[in-house]
């Protein structure tokens, strides 16, 4: 028997691929398949089945695809209703792979079909769990995702259904068992998860909140339901493209696979109206890029940013990078598949054709510190809400990335800010995106807090509320 973890960190999600005596069982693919089938070919397996967990809202899972190439069964656990033929498993429903065993255990709660699959070896023993996002690593999944689906759920109503589930089917589960989860630490589809992507149930029985014995099913509710930040715009599409069934990753890259020249680049944007996403580290996208297009850099968490910020699912996409191949396939996994070309030779072929650029001035926590110290100019702190009220600069203003939109509303256009966020990577999709809109008077921070708060002299404020742009208590006057 085989048991492997494929985790992709840009998502922070984890699919797996089981193998025994010649036949395989995916666990919640990604949309690209071609490792999968290399990977049974090269254990000379056939893939008998595809397990989905649930339909996904962060991801496009390549289930349809998978099951088109290899003659695989797709199965789902109970209430599922795919779109597209699947097996819908009952609760306890026993599945045979090799010499194993794979038992499908409803656990509603996070959605109303999720199911955890409980693998038994030849001998009949429980050895692992896998929980899709019933169960995390030192959390348990959000309950306010399948209601914006279904009018008739409260996120009560399925924080209630998950503590009902974990108790009984997951407590009762022997401790030296192994949890794989669906997702880690940077998922939005919990709250506080574990950087670490596996554990024995054991200790999660010990130090994972949502697993304490003493915890009244009120208390389970109160605590699961409070904290919750809005979930990113594209959740729900990529649930219902799941729930239908994706195009094929195949077709999507033959489509959007576009080489083009400055002059082709810019009669396409211009003729289509595409948005242009440069997908370079952020200091190099600073020092020059094409006017209007935004920064959100591929060495990041990039497509959850992508799902964040850019709300409309079909939106046409440029993109400017040496290869846009690997920018292509990170759009596809979270659905956005209307990537119509990409800049051949990258940003330096647009200056080898004496194009316009643009740049953005960016300073390092050293000069922050004396802008801060001898100017009047305002600070922008564009981290997430608990990072700031953890500890922030003085007199900072709170403008999340997250809400942009309204962050946008309260800031003057002439008036000049100094941004930061953590690491310098939300920062500089902050301001391109500000720019874009014809913020002109954004100087961006390399390094973020984290070097910020290395520089002696900057006055570092901790553990209070964060407070909001239009708030006269925290903002220079």
């Not at 005596?21 to 398949?33: K, S």
């Not at 797709?74 to 699947?86: E, N, S, V």
């Not at 109503?157 to 989860?181: E, H």
């Not at 014995?213 to 389970?220: R, V």
């Amino acid at each position: 028997m085989k048991i492997e973890q494929i985790y992709t960190g840009c998502l922070a999600q984890g699919a797996y691929y089981i193998e025994s005596n010649g036949e395989v069982a995916i666990i919640d693919p990604l949309r690209e398949t071609k490792s999968y089938i290399e990977q049974a070919t090269k254990d000379n397996a056939k893939i008998k089945y595809i397990f989905e967990t649930h339909f996904h809202a962060d991801f496009v899972s390549g289930h349809v695809d998978l099951a088109e190439k290899t003659g695989a069964t797709i199965i789902y656990g109970p209430t599922a209703q795919p779109d597209f033929t699947a097996h819908i498993s009952t609760d306890g429903e026993v599945l045979n792979l090799g010499n194993i065993t794979i038992t499908a255990l409803h656990t509603p709660g996070h959605t109303m079909e999720s199911t955890t699959y409980l693998l038994k070896d030849e001998n009949g023993k429980d050895i692992a769990i896998f929980t899709g996002d019933t169960l995390f690593i030192g959390d348990v999944g959000r309950p306010d995702l399948a209601q914006k689906l279904d009018s008739n759920l409260t996120q009560e109503m399925l924080a209630g259904y998950l503590f009902d589930s974990l108790r009984t089917k997951i407590m009762p589960l022997a401790d030296d068992i192994t949890v794989y989860p669906a997702h880690g630490a940077g998922s939005a589809c919990g709250k506080n998860m574990s950087k670490e992507t596996f554990d024995s149930l054991g200790h999660q029985k010990e130090v994972n909140y949502a697993l304490n014995p003493a915890l009244t099913k009120e208390e389970f509710i109160t605590e699961l339901t409070s904290g919750l930040m809005p979930p990113p715009f594209y959740f729900p599409e990529n649930v219902m493209i799941n729930k239908m069934g994706a195009e094929s990753l195949d077709d999507v890259k033959k489509r959007a696979k576009k080489a083009l020249t400055p002059d082709e680049f810019v009669q396409v944007a211009d003729e289509t109206g595409a948005l242009i996403l440069d997908v370079r580290d952020p200091q190099t996208f600073a020092a020059g890029f094409i006017p209007n297009s935004i920064n959100i850099g591929i060495k990041g968490q990039f497509a959850p940013w992508v799902g964040t910020l850019i709300t409309d699912i079909k939106q046409t996409i440029l993109i400017v990078a040496e290869d846009g191949g690997e920018a292509i396939t990170r759009l596809a996994r979270v659905g956005y598949d209307n990537t119509i070309g990409f800049l051949k030779g990258g940003f330096q072929s647009w200056l080898d054709a004496e194009k316009d650029f643009d740049e953005i001035v960016s300073v390092s926590p050293e000069e922050f510190a004396e802008l801060v110290d001898e100017t009047e100019l305002k600070v922008l702190d564009v981290r997430k809400p608990g990072e700031f009220s953890t500890s922030h600069v003085e007199d900072a203003i709170t403008a999340p990335l997250d809400f942009i939109n309204e962050s946008m509303k309260l800031i003057d256009p002439e008036e000049t800010y100094l941004v930061h966020c953590a690491g310098g990577y939300r920062s500089m999709i902050f301001t391109s995106i500000l720019r874009a809109r014809g913020f002109e008077n954004l100087i961006d921070v390399a390094g973020g807090f984290g070097k910020i708060k290395e520089v002696e002299g900057i006055k570092i404020v901790e553990g209070v509320s964060p407070c909001s742009l239009d708030s006269n208590s925290c903002s220079k006057s």
